[in-house]
């Protein structure tokens, strides 16, 4: 029923000797937010006191019977609470749902048969109620200042809203035009602009770099419109978020609040809060409305948070360069010693072994919040069911968490037989049924070349949920390193299963522990190479150095942060010593013996020379390696040339095992296509 049929319905009412009865639904506040309490106020229009117990609201399936209570008095309010659906406790037995999109409300006697009462709205905004005016009136109004128990007040009948002001950029400024009679106010500090709150725009407005102007119209007949929003110019690389100051610094509700009323520690639907973020590759004035929170554990009480934003309507609209359209994205303030460069080595490196990890593709940005520098950021999509599903045809996920194996999505039965199955030091065959035991081994070498504090507590692994589905891990959150020299094994190695990288467990199966030791000796002479791993480390600091900077600026007076300078020192030296100190550790934990193996990888017009699926540079390397852990080495021809064969060996397979306890180099021989020759030297 359409509230602008409401009149028409009080008048059929009316004919049916409705009107004369004494109750009526005088004024009601939708949710206009999940967390929000909406009410609806009755008004007693007889010259006697009515008893209103027994009394039921209904919409729809949604009803409250009103309970025992003392009778209202003539010419006076009630007021009823309703819980949504989404607030009610457990064991409620009644609940009432009044949407803002508008709907109908009925008044029934006790007897659940005799109506007394029909209410209809429309789409109500935040902040105002909708009611008869005057009080038990047939005709109705939106009212900007609610009164739940106190007359229906407002200066003229307002049963319509403004449309939102159009913006037109100009060489003077922005300027703005709006319906006949309307008036325009705005903002630029994040406040929402009111009637009573902001400059009125009566000329052009020039807005600042990486201020976001707020807009409304109104008129005294009319709410005012929805808003418009318009950033200023940011940099193409940087993002801008903007919300109601009060949202953050407000002592008892803000997201940013300090002292006695600190809320950083705050979660659930309570804390999130309306924003619009500028995001890059957007139009140059588009913003999108977003849910924000914030993000992250630990990290919560620094200065500096980290901000996850959700798409208001719960559609991809959040745009990350080179990464797709998202639902949800975060701003991670990377605020932990050297957690920027960090966290950047290691999404590289993933890519570089062979993407045998999950991660996320972080993007450094500089941030802008109401207009104020926040530094260097990363924009990531979050690591929920969303990002995972770009990595499987799979339509849903079972997605599990942290030690104690907390489900994210779906289910952990297939979780808990895998860990079943590890724990038993099943066959390989068996593991690979249930998880790619090479994502696992990854894990592993990761955590274990880094030798982050927090290994359990950040993991997450997933699979496709349905018949084959198998496990495979997440690398994330990569900042709390150990020293270059820190024994490592030892330590993660005491964690018991279920604890990530189930380290102890990988070194006591009889079939896991050598692709392990050679894994690592792989990386160790590719992605981890002291030489590659410096380059990396180096190439990194270069592309982001002047964001750092201009982020150091701004918090080192009120965290512990590091300089730039010394962020790219430390990773520069984990990268050249922690390769030498881990498989020193790993041999002494597993007894295995370290080995020397020369190979000498071709010149690239002869082929390529691959460890494990990792591409060795071109030259002669020296690699240490593990006895009784073989090396998978594979040989690929340039066009117009075959493999003929392995100085010194008789195997002629592009694919060779090579146990490092086995004396002589590895080197490919390489001959025309087509000729019978002994191949190149």
């Not at 770099?209 to 690389?237: C, I, K």
């Not at 849910?291 to 309507?313: E, H, I, T």
């Not at 891990?473 to 990530?500: G, H, K, T």
């Not at 982020?551 to 300078?565: G, S, V, Y």
Request: proline residues 9%; contains cysteine; hydrophobic residues 40%.
């Amino acid at each position: 029923m359409s509230a602008r049929r409401a009149p028409v319905l009080l008048a059929v009412l009316a004919a049916a000797g409705v009107r004369g009865q004494a109750v009526r639904i005088n004024e009601l506040r939708p949710m206009t937010h999940p967390a929000d309490t909406g009410w609806v106020e009755l008004f007693n229009a007889d010259a006697r006191p009515v008893d209103l117990v027994g009394l039921q609201l209904v919409r729809g399936s949604y009803r409250i019977t009103l309970p025992a209570q003392p009778p209202l008095p003539p010419g006076e309010r009630r007021v009823v609470k309703v819980l949504s659906t989404k607030t009610s406790r457990w064991g409620d037995p009644q609940v009432l749902h009044l949407p803002a999109a508008g709907g109908d409300l009925l008044l029934f006697g006790a007897d659940g048969g005799r109506l007394l009462d029909a209410f209809s709205w429309r789409q109500v905004p935040p902040n105002v109620s909708i009611g008869r005016l005057t009080d038990g009136a047939g005709t109705w109004s939106y009212l900007p200042l609610p009164s739940p128990g106190a007359p229906n007040r407002a200066d003229h009948r307002i049963q319509g809203r403004a449309p939102a002001p159009a913006v037109e950029h100009t060489a003077e400024g922005l300027r703005f035009s709006a319906c006949a009679g309307c008036a325009v106010a705005y903002t630029t500090d994040g406040s929402p602009p009111t009637p009573a709150h902001g400059t009125h725009a009566d000329g052009a407005v020039m807005l600042d770099e990486g201020r976001t102007l707020r807009a409304v119209a109104w008129r005294p007949d009319l709410l005012p419109s929805a808003e418009t929003w318009v950033r200023g110019e940011v940099s193409p690389q940087g993002a801008a978020l903007c919300i109601d100051p009060a949202e953050l610094h407000d002592p008892e509700r803000g997201l940013l609040s300090t002292g006695d009323r600190a809320n950083h520690t705050r979660t659930g639907e309570a804390w999130v809060r309306p924003a619009h973020v500028a995001l890059p590759g957007l139009a140059d004035t588009a913003t999108v409305a977003v849910r924000l929170r914030l993000s992250g554990s630990g990290s919560r009480s620094l200065p500096k948070r980290s901000f996850n934003l959700s798409s208001a309507d719960g559609t991809p609209r959040l745009h990350l360069p080179g990464g797709g359209t998202w639902r949800n994205v975060v701003l991670r303030a990377d605020a932990t010693p050297h957690a920027l460069l960090r966290n950047l080595f290691a999404e590289v490196a993933v890519h570089r072994a062979g993407d045998r990890l999950e991660v996320q593709p972080g993007i450094p940005v500089p941030l802008t919040l109401n207009g104020a520098p926040q530094g260097a950021y990363r924009l990531m999509p979050a690591k929920n069911e969303d990002f995972l599903l770009t990595r499987t045809e799979a339509e849903h996920l079972d997605i599990v968490e942290g030690p104690e194996g907390r489900v994210v999505k779906g289910d952990r039965t297939a979780y808990d037989r895998a860990l079943d199955r590890l724990a038993r030091h099943a066959p390989l065959d068996s593991l690979q049924e249930l998880m790619d035991v090479e994502s696992l081994i990854e894990l592993a070498c990761f955590d274990l070349w880094t030798g982050r504090a927090d290994h359990d507590l950040n993991m997450r692994c997933w699979r496709p949920a349905q018949p084959g589905g198998r496990w495979r891990w997440v690398l994330y959150d990569m900042d709390l390193w150990a020293p270059p020299e820190d024994p490592s094994v030892e330590r993660i190695a005491e964690a018991p299963l279920p604890a990530a990288p189930y380290l102890s467990v990988l070194l006591e199966h009889p079939q896991l522990r050598p692709l392990l030791l050679a894994r690592l000796a792989t990386l160790a002479a590719t992605v981890f190479e002291p030489g590659a791993a410096s380059a990396l480390a180096d190439s990194l600091y270069a592309a982001h150095a002047d964001l750092m900077r201009a982020d150091h600026a701004l918090w080192q007076h009120r965290m512990a942060t590091p300089a730039p300078e010394e962020c790219h020192a430390d990773l520069r030296a984990h990268a050249q010593q922690r390769a030498r100190h881990l498989m020193r550790d790993l041999a002494r934990r597993t007894g295995s013996d370290l080995r020397p193996l020369t190979v000498h990888a071709p010149d690239p017009r002869e082929g390529r020379l691959m460890m494990d699926g990792i591409a060795l540079a071109p030259g002669t390397h020296g690699i240490m390696a593990f006895a009784g852990a073989p090396l998978r080495v594979q040989a690929l021809p340039a066009p117009g040339l075959r493999l003929v064969g392995w100085k010194g060996r008789t195997d002629t397979s592009t694919e060779l095992w090579v146990d490092p306890s086995e004396n002589g180099p590895v080197r490919p021989l390489f001959a025309p296509a087509g000729s019978g020759g002994h191949g190149l030297q």
